[in-house]
């Protein structure tokens, strides 16, 4: 297999992330390695190809920012929104992950081996994360759909006003936020975390070691019995 | 006999006639038993109803012996506006500078998306998305069209990111700058549930902070992640609703807006609260100077490639308005209620269906129950059928014309080959405050409050 290798030291992120918006047919099934990132923003965003990218070091905002099918790599940690409003695809940090990881993601994997920071998997729209260490406080805020693996503990307000995701936290919870409650797994949902824990290189964690939590789903209706909540 | 009389006259007291408290009045009064009689604040769609200061307040003064007119219908009087020049590869180009502003799929059927893509295109001007996605009765019926990319990125994914002409990164707006947007349980009907990722029926609150950004430096950031995605081709406007508008126009231009839209509070939303509608944010006319001296401090206002372009809104209705807003240093307008209208909105002739509703043409305002009898604040199938989307298309490409030629008239008037040539100078106002708003002297006088002494 050719590695394309693009060193962010010479070649402008703006020439970088051109080419890999080019014709599909032209870029499906190549390896690519970014090096020298140095926490840039905004590498490898938009993709749309089978691209296998390795991004050698620390990658800043938004790195792969709504990928579409592409495998990306960061070898070191990402900053703030790394995978936002990911479509599908593979975003995997080696590292930690700042604020808003997989923020709105709509689909695709995002798993990050390290601690992720505040507001992770912030309004997730159907994408699956999986976070080998603890979140940060307000994660999973108005999350809509898709599932939220949490291998260390959770910061507070965890699920706030969150809809239909599905939340699996193996630690401690600090606390948990409006409408959100502890829910009992069922065979379906043991087996979604069971296949998302061998997915992100997690298969001897016993999926019967996390707690499950979702939406009480009392406020999704305006009501007056609510007006605290609102 | 007249000691009777007299008598009779003396003991029947006067009454003075009833008397309705101007503090407490009957709007207020029914608003109190509303508010008791169900436990919830009142929500409704529309932008504020109170009297505000407004361009009416405002009179063009023509030419006459020290100014020179130009002819009317003969000599040319320009109307065409670029928008995004500074840093997009492909700016958008308008044949008039009314623009149609973001209403969301959702909040309007499917059939009004498709009148408003065909009377834009028919006008020469633009259309945009809204909350919940990009559909493709707009996409296919829009010429140009601005993606709206909002806090609760429903919708959104980069296949329709690329589609766009052009982007708008929306932080606030009129109606609720600070607030986020809802769309209640009667709308979210099948289609708009998958739209929007949410289960089918439930009151949907969209959020009103962007999930991965906070302030402006990561605002900058944000801006560069949607030209790198969309490879700099697109512009990339920024709305914000009107609140502090020097401050925030300062900091979009530094963000890297190529376009700046500001809605004052005169500006329609498709649901939120009354009292949001009416006691948050500002009317136009008080934030267009500050915005333009933001841009002038910036060195972007009209100044050739590197110019931010303003586009304000909240309150346009006739030429009048676009004239005045031009004059006070806009590059464009959008309307939104207003085209509504032309749609065919409070439309007069389905009286008796308002009236069923507990309302009356012109005054109907709660678009979130979805039952609209003129087919567009609605996802009723069958309401929605009421809308022919090539009429309706018509009667907004007639008024969007009309607006633009008494646009034109205006400027022909006070001697503009083109309405961008429009000035703060061919202004008066009418009131103290709309003078002190709008920094044009009052009427007769030289005199500008908070500017020159009287």
């Known amino acids: 297999m050719e590695t394309l290798k693009f060193d962010l030291d010479t070649k402008p992120l703006r020439e970088v992330n051109q080419f890999l918006h080019g014709d599909a047919s032209s870029l499906n099934g190549k390896v690519i390695v970014i090096e020298n990132p140095n926490g840039a923003h905004n590498i490898a965003v938009g993709l749309k190809a089978e691209l296998d990218i390795t991004i050698k070091g620390h990658a800043g905002y938004y790195a792969a920012g709504m990928n579409q099918i592409a495998k990306v790599t960061i070898e070191g940690s990402a900053g703030s929104g790394v995978a936002e409003n990911m479509m599908s695809g593979v975003v995997h940090v080696k590292g930690f992950a700042s604020n808003a990881a997989a923020a709105t993601a709509n689909g695709g994997l995002l798993i990050i081996d390290g601690d992720a920071g505040l507001r992770t998997a912030i309004a997730l729209k159907g994408a699956d994360v999986v976070v080998g260490g603890s979140v940060g406080s307000f994660s999973a805020f108005m999350a809509q759909a898709g599932n939220f693996v949490i291998l260390g503990d959770a910061g507070e307000g965890l699920g706030d006003s969150i809809y239909e995701a599905k939340i699996f936290v193996r630690g401690k919870v600090k606390s948990l936020g409006a409408d959100c409650e502890k829910k009992t797994t069922s065979a379906e949902d043991r087996q979604i975390l069971a296949d998302l824990l061998v997915k992100a290189g997690h298969a001897n964690v016993n999926p019967d070691s996390f707690q499950q939590y979702g939406s009480a789903r009392t406020l999704y209706h305006f009501h007056v019995d609510n007006a605290g909540a609102y | ?454």
């Open chain 2, 1 to 454: 006999m007249s000691d009777d009389k007299t008598k009779d006259v003396v003991h029947k007291t006067p009454q003075t006639t009833p008397r309705y408290s101007a503090t407490f009045d009957e709007y207020t009064n029914s608003e109190i038993r509303r508010a008791a009689a169900t436990g919830i604040y009142d929500i409704r769609g529309a932008g504020s109803k109170r009297k505000l200061p407004h361009f009416d307040d405002l009179l063009f003064l023509g030419a006459s012996v020290s100014r020179y007119p130009l002819e009317g219908y003969r000599e040319k009087c320009g109307t065409d506006v670029v928008l995004g020049t500074r840093f997009a590869k492909k700016p958008i180009h308008l044949k008039t500078p009314v623009t149609i502003a973001g209403m969301s799929f959702g909040s309007l059927s499917g059939s009004a998306k498709e009148s408003l893509g065909r009377g834009a295109t028919a006008a020469g001007t633009s259309t945009t998305t809204g909350d919940g996605g990009m559909t493709q009765e707009e996409r296919g019926h829009s010429e140009t069209l601005v993606y709206q990319y909002l806090p609760s990125r429903y919708g959104m994914n980069p296949d329709d990111l690329r589609k766009a002409d052009a982007i708008e990164l929306v932080i606030g707006q009129g109606a609720k700058p600070g607030g986020g947007g809802m769309l209640l349980g009667q709308k979210i009907t099948k289609r708009v549930a998958k739209m929007r990722c949410l289960p089918e029926g439930i009151d949907q609150r969209s959020s009103c902070r962007h999930p991965d950004w906070t302030g402006p430096d990561d605002l900058e950031i944000k801006i560069a992640e949607l030209r790198e995605i969309t490879d700099w081709e697109k512009p990339i406007y920024v709305k914000i609703g009107a609140t502090r508008p020097y401050f925030d126009v300062a900091l979009a231009v530094k963000a890297g807006a190529d376009v700046v839209v500001l809605d004052g509070m005169q500006g329609g939303t498709a649901a939120t609260q009354e009292v949001f509608i009416e006691h948050v944010g500002l009317p136009i006319l008080a934030a267009i100077r500050p915005a333009v001296k933001a841009l002038q401090d910036l060195g972007v206002y009209r100044n050739g490639k590197n110019s931010v372009q303003l586009i304000v809104s909240g309150g346009i209705r006739n030429g009048a308005d676009v004239a005045k807003a031009i004059a006070l240093g806009a590059d464009a307008v959008a309307i939104g209620t207003a085209a509504l209208i032309a749609l065919g909105d409070n439309d007069p002739h389905l009286e008796a269906e308002y009236q069923k509703l507990g309302t009356t043409a012109g005054a109907y305002d709660d678009w979130h129950e979805g039952k609209d009898p003129a087919g567009i604040t609605t996802q009723d199938p069958e309401l929605m059928k009421r809308l022919d989307p090539i009429k309706a298309g018509h009667r907004l490409a007639n008024y969007i014309a009309v607006i633009t030629m008494e646009a034109q008239v205006v400027a022909r008037a006070c001697g503009k080959s083109h309405l961008h040539n429009l000035e703060p100078e061919d202004l008066v106002a009418l009131t103290i405050e709309a003078s002190a708003m709008a920094q044009v002297p009052l009427a007769g006088t030289s005199w500008i409050p908070g500017v020159t002494k009287f």
